[in-house]
């Protein structure tokens, strides 16, 4: 339960305001606390020093998407030293700071803290990862409020269809970054062909938007699935947070498929594949979204996690280099595991890429604080960044660039949390290496 001090502000907040203010001192970009005064904000060439440029950035800090912005902190933390030289713009150095507001996982609350973003706090610019259920309503009170927002970690057609647009929806103020389902589609169907299977699928497609959006019969996994002569087991949506899945594992069961797939979020994959287990039903294919992206879902399923397939948008072996910093993906996910002593995570590059984004547009718009010009720019903008290459004049729809896509399957053998994710199939990007091949589950019961 949120408890609230007499300023109205939680003592979560208090507390992470500490913590940035105390271990990430310097910084320009201070999550929840305002900017920190510079020494010397002066970059080189820069003759004088212009009013502040204000980044707000949303994800899920808590709630049942936190594994989402678990690397938020760090992140931030490790752009502190560029941060704090600011962008220089025409001989201006205009100061960075950046305001950290937690979604909460709940689409009104992401849709709130944007509105005080823009209303109390003033920003330039929001940048948003994570879910739909963040993403979607922040773009929103972005779009309705004028304000340039950058969003990214949720499939473009989520992000996209799933605010009201038709194919040829130009939004003015919000764009989008990420892989489709076209993308994990042929990720997946990579992965099932290579275990042989009765071409079964038990769909487990919650009531959100992505639940929405990859069980759609005209955009998602049906249409893509059925004519390569897969059959799809289909009980209907579930509501998030459901305690009980014996109804989709009886269905599933009954149905003999041996390939299971789904987009849950991660206490409801938890829950749903330790409850199938104990009622008898294993596929032996599981190609699992967002919950199984992070090592700790993989953790938390123990041996029931081996070989279970998920999509792979960033880690260590993707042949990549930030714009800002110079690192490739191994030094940055080796550097996240040396300071924070945990596992790296798919996220820490897309949070990274955001800043990559914002940063380059600034530069490119030669202005400021000119939103008009910031998204003139970004509409136009092709940059390689720590995600791969981005080019937002190719589409595959307005105000949308796609990003790479393997496929993983986790394996045994990880120090830190026992589980390591393995690139398992990279037709599509064939520059990111392999690092095994696709297996069954062992111990299937179908």
Request: charged share 15%.
């Amino acid at each position: 339960m949120r408890n609230d001090n007499e300023s109205g502000v939680s003592e979560r907040e208090l507390s992470r305001r500490t913590l940035l203010q105390g271990g990430i001192a310097g910084l320009a970009a201070v999550g929840l606390s305002g900017a920190v005064d510079l020494a010397n904000p002066l970059a080189a060439g820069a003759t004088s020093v212009g009013k502040t440029i204000k980044f707000g950035y949303v994800s899920p800090e808590t709630g049942p998407l936190a594994a989402f912005g678990a690397a938020d902190t760090f992140v931030i933390g490790a752009l502190k030293s560029l941060l704090a030289k600011g962008v220089t713009i025409k001989g201006v150095t205009y100061p960075i700071e950046v305001i950290v507001k937690d979604s909460q996982s709940t689409d009104a609350t992401a849709a709130s803290v944007a509105e005080d973003l823009i209303k109390n706090d003033k920003v330039d610019v929001i940048l948003v990862s994570s879910t739909p259920d963040t993403t979607n309503p922040v773009s929103d009170q972005c779009e309705a409020n004028h304000v340039p927002c950058i969003s990214t970690v949720a499939p473009w057609q989520s992000w996209f269809f799933g605010r009201g647009a038709t194919p040829t929806t130009k939004y003015k103020w919000t764009y989008h970054f990420f892989w489709g389902l076209e993308d994990v589609e042929a990720v997946y169907s990579d992965i099932w062909s290579a275990v042989a299977n009765n071409k079964i699928i038990g769909g487990l497609w919650p009531n959100d938007s992505d639940g929405d959006a990859f069980a759609s019969t005209t955009t998602g996994f049906p249409s893509f699935a059925k004519p390569l002569g897969y059959s799809i087991v289909d009980p209907g949506r579930y509501t998030d947070l459901t305690t009980d899945f014996t109804a989709q594992i009886t269905a599933f069961r009954n149905g003999n498929c041996e390939i299971l797939t789904g987009v849950p979020i991660p206490p409801d994959f938890t829950t749903f594949y330790k409850q199938a287990a104990s009622q008898g039903y294993i596929p032996k294919v599981a190609t699992i979204a967002k919950a199984m992206l992070f090592p700790s879902s993989a953790q938390a399923l123990g041996s029931l996690a081996e070989n279970i397939g998920t999509e792979y948008w960033w880690g260590p072996t993707h042949p990549y280099v930030s714009s800002i910093t110079k690192q490739n993906c191994a030094h940055i996910a080796a550097d996240y595991e040396k300071k924070t002593g945990d596992q790296w995570t798919q996220p820490i590059g897309f949070v990274h890429a955001l800043f990559e984004v914002a940063i380059a547009t600034l530069k490119s718009s030669g202005q400021a604080h000119n939103p008009s010009a910031f998204v003139s720019a970004l509409s136009k903008l092709k940059l390689n960044t720590i995600v791969g290459p981005l080019d937002w004049t190719k589409g595959p729809v307005p105000n949308v660039t796609k990003t790479p896509l393997v496929g993983g399957q986790w394996r045994a053998g990880n120090t830190q949390s026992g589980y390591a994710l393995v690139v398992v199939t990279n037709a599509q990007h064939p520059n990111i290496p392999l690092g095994g091949k696709p297996e069954a589950i062992a111990g299937a019961t179908v």
